[in-house]
Structures are given as C-alpha cells and as structure tokens.
C-alpha cells in the first residue's frame, strides 16, 4: 500500500474501497472483504444510508480499528446541528473517525466546517476536509476556518483529470481525492480506450487497473466501489507494476476537461433540503 500525508501529518492509505450506493448487507459484506483483501480505507457518507452497515463490516474482519482508515461525509441537512458528529460516531461504532468531510457545497456550509473544526479539535475526528467544492468555495472555507481541509473529495478520472482545481490544493496543501475514478458506474468510456487497453496488455493487468495505477502516480487517492469480492481484491492489485513517463504521457492525452456530473444551483438547492434517513437503516 501507498500512503499520503496529509496536511496535518496525518498518514491515509491512497487506495481504499468506496460503499457509494451499497445496501447495508453489500456495504456489510465488502468492507469486510476488502478488509480481508489487504484494504485500509473504507469510505462511507450519511447519504449512502450504510454508516452501521459499514461498522459491523469493521468488527467482523480481523483488522484492528487503529489499522483502519475510516472516512465518512457529513451531509447538508446536518451542518447546523450539534449533535451531527456524535451521532455518525454511534452508527458507525466507532469512538473516532479518521476522516469526516462536507459532502456538498449546499446550505450553511461555513457552519458545518465549524462543526468539524470542533470535532477535531475534541479529537473526535483526526482529519477534516470538503468534497464537491469548487475553486472560490474552497477559498471562502480558508478564508473562515482556523483548521484548513487536509483534503478535497471530487470527480476525477482520465477525461477530467482536475488540472485546473489541482493547482488551488497545491497552493494549500489540499490532497485529491477522486469519485468516479473509473469515469462513472456503468460507464466504460474510458477502460474501452484503445491506448488503455494497449497498457492493459502491455502490464498484464485490467483496464481498470491500469487507470488506477494512473490515479496512484498522479499522487490521487482513490476510492473504487465494488460489492464483488473478486473486483475487490483486483482495485487494489496495482502496487506491482508502475507506468512510465510515456504511459502518463498518453493517458493524459485523454482529458476532455469536461466532467460527467454537472452541478446545478437548483441541485444544491435540493440537497440542503433532502433529509437522509439515517435513523431507519439497518
């Protein structure tokens, strides 16, 4: 395993297993194969509804909790609210959180990194960060925080590689942290291109594999979600081979500087008003 330090020295794993869109028996079962597996870092959210899901999944692997990476999002109905951190504390079973990190840039979210910035230094947290922030947002969170992120959770892939974002987290010493680092569910854009199907052949690996040996050597951390043990124990194969300056070279001749999620006001809108169920999960 790869690790970056991030800005308050704090050391995270760069690979680790994303539980977007798993139901709690899937998000259950993975963590704990990925765990198996030789992962470190899990990644939940209180919108993907499995936070206690992704607890049991701890307990039941032979990892000790020191020797897991725990990172989970705070969602915008809960940045005003006292007791938000605590909460997620108890469903996850956990008596600190590695990481925890804004989800989206929607309702007060100075009020929410306050939340964090209190949590962290009650050292219920070891590291806060933001995810979905653009550019100007990340500088208004700087210009109001006493604890900058250590970290910023964006789309990143071959065709939006964050040239232009990376620069800002360089000034600050922000680490990159890419969703959709496949380019998207279902989507087989970017694993279909001939030059990584080339490299894939080339290095005796998966496509798949290829690109995240990619995101590894452009210093990213990655998050790749899968419920199938076998995709599981394949994301994180990617530490014996390494692509040369030439590899990096054509791949990156792949950006379209276009993302595949577009943001919309009215969606920020409608994300401070949705209330995850949190309460209701199993």
């Not at 959180?97 to 804004?102: E, F, R």
């Amino acid at each position: 395993m790869n690790y970056i330090t991030l800005n308050n020295g704090v050391k995270m794993p760069q690979l680790g297993l994303g539980t977007y869109l798993l139901e709690p028996d899937d998000a259950e079962a993975a963590v704990t194969s990925a765990l198996a597996s030789g992962y470190e870092l899990i990644d939940t959210a209180n919108a993907y509804v499995n936070e206690r899901a992704v607890g049991r999944g701890m307990k039941a692997s032979s990892r000790a909790r020191e020797e897991i990476f725990l990172e989970t999002k705070l969602w915008p109905c809960f940045y005003e609210s006292t007791t938000a951190v605590d909460e997620t504390l108890e469903r996850l079973g956990t008596d600190y959180i590695d990481l925890m990190i804004l989800h989206q840039p929607a309702g007060d979210y100075l009020a929410g990194y306050q939340k964090l910035e209190a949590a962290y230094a009650a050292g219920k947290l070891r590291a806060i960060g933001i995810s979905n922030f653009n550019e100007a947002e990340i500088e208004d969170v700087l210009a109001h925080c006493e604890v900058a992120p250590a970290l910023i959770q964006v789309e990143c892939h071959p065709y939006f590689p964050q040239t232009a974002l990376k620069r800002t987290l360089a000034k600050h010493d922000i680490a990159l942290q890419a969703w959709f680092p496949l380019g998207g569910r279902g989507n087989g854009s970017i694993m279909a291109e001939p030059v990584v199907a080339e490299l894939a052949m080339k290095y005796g690996k998966s496509a798949a594999q290829v690109i995240m040996r990619w995101h590894v050597q452009q210093g990213n951390i990655v998050i790749p979600g899968s419920k199938t043990p076998a995709h599981i124990a394949e994301n994180i194969d990617v530490f014996d081979f390494e692509l040369t300056d030439g590899d990096m070279a054509a791949i990156a001749a792949l950006d379209k500087n276009d993302p595949i999620y577009h943001r919309t006001d009215a969606q920020l809108a409608q994300f401070a008003q949705w209330h995850p169920d949190v309460e209701g999960q199993k």
